[in-house]
């Protein structure tokens, strides 16, 4: 791992947005954090779940042959399996009162000293108060871009 690259967990609200966005502004968000792993100027993690959660909701609204096209073009995200992270998700959820698919993002962000990316104003909270830098991507995107395009930090 380069040490200057900085490492993000994706949550999994801004990857749905990257195939079925309600609108143009969470699509760009959601294309622009994809590019920043596509071109290896992050490192981007989450729990393996992420896939499972991804396809359960896009199957609501795209057909099987959309899914596929999806499964070929997924970003390049290091799935982290849930053994790795789980005694910490079980601390975060008690001490944050989290969900548990929230606890797992914000779990990983902790383990691997990241930036938790979500779209979820109540994680990117909770993620705060367990000691995780996370940005809420909705209202936080320039500063999210600022601090990790750009920041030493």
């Known amino acids: 791992m380069n040490a200057l690259v900085k490492r993000i967990v994706i949550d999994t609200s801004v990857i749905i947005d990257l195939y079925a966005a309600p609108?143009?502004?969470?699509?760009?968000?959601?294309?622009?954090?994809?590019?920043?792993?596509?071109?290896?100027?992050?490192e981007a993690y989450a729990?393996?779940?992420?896939?499972?959660?991804v396809f359960g909701v896009l199957a609501r609204h795209l057909s099987r042959e959309e899914l596929d096209l999806v499964a070929a073009s997924f970003p390049p995200i290091r799935l982290v399996p849930e053994e790795a992270f789980y005694?910490?998700?079980?601390?975060?959820?008690?001490?944050?009162?989290?969900?548990?698919?929230?606890?797992?993002?914000i779990a990983v962000a902790a383990m691997i000293g990241g930036v938790l990316l979500t779209n979820d104003r109540l994680q990117s909270q909770n993620?705060?108060?367990?000691?995780?830098?996370?940005?809420?991507?909705?209202?936080?995107?320039?500063?999210?871009?600022?601090?990790?395009?750009?920041?030493?930090?």
């Open 127 to 153: 993620a705060r108060r367990a000691g995780v830098k996370a940005y809420y991507l909705l209202k936080e995107s320039e500063r999210a871009r600022q601090s990790i395009m750009y920041s030493n930090t």
């Open 87 to 105: 005694d910490k998700a079980i601390e975060i959820a008690r001490s944050t009162g989290s969900r548990a698919a929230d606890a797992y993002y």
């Open 47 to 53: 729990p393996k779940s992420l896939v499972v959660e």
């Open 23 to 42: 609108n143009d502004v969470r699509a760009s968000i959601a294309e622009e954090v994809a590019s920043w792993a596509a071109k290896n100027l992050v």
